[in-house]
């Protein structure tokens, strides 16, 4: 006696669950013009123009280079960011005075003979938030700034 089954699509889809998922279409060639402008001056991500094309994001980077389009800097617009030390206020860059009483803080430990770990873990105990408002300072964040300000000790 031979086994019969019958298994139908229907029993085993279920039409009100949707999944949402990206399907890219292979390599879409896509113009200069349209490059610069939704990644020039419209400031999208390479994701974001990949997403909008259902193409992949390194796809939309390899024809960005090919088209001779800079690539900007990883984490967004540098113009914006202000350096530790800094801060903006109408599109021009100022002291930060509360910034700068850290940084007389990190010169005076680093006088002390204090490495730089040593200096990062000093901030973190003492809770002071860092440019982006995290609560952990690095080691490198604390040498990159003291780098800058060399010349005070």
């Known amino acids: 006696m031979e086994r ?12 009100e669950i949707s999944i949402n998922t990206n399907t890219y279409i292979g390599k879409v060639e896509i113009p200069k ?8 001056s419209e400031g999208l991500s390479l994701r974001e123009i990949a997403t909008q094309f259902s193409s992949s994001k390194t796809t939309v980077r390899d024809q960005i280079i090919k088209h001779g389009i800079e690539l900007r800097n990883r984490g967004g617009n540098e113009f914006f960011k202000d350096r530790f030390g800094k801060r903006r206020k109408r599109y021009k860059t100022r002291k930060s005075l509360e ?5 007389n803080i990190m010169i005076d ?8 770990r040593k200096i990062a873990e000093l901030l973190t105990d003492m809770k002071v938030p860092t440019k982006t408002g995290k609560k952990k300072w690095h080691n490198n964040v604390v040498r990159e700034i003291l780098n800058r300000f060399e010349s005070l000790f």
């Open 33 to 40: 013009d349209v490059f610069i402008q939704k990644y020039c």
């Open 109 to 116: 430990m680093r006088r002390r003979g204090l490495s730089y």
């Open 4 to 15: 019969q089954t019958k298994h139908c699509a229907k029993s085993v889809l279920i039409p």
């Open 99 to 103: 910034e700068h009483k850290i940084i």
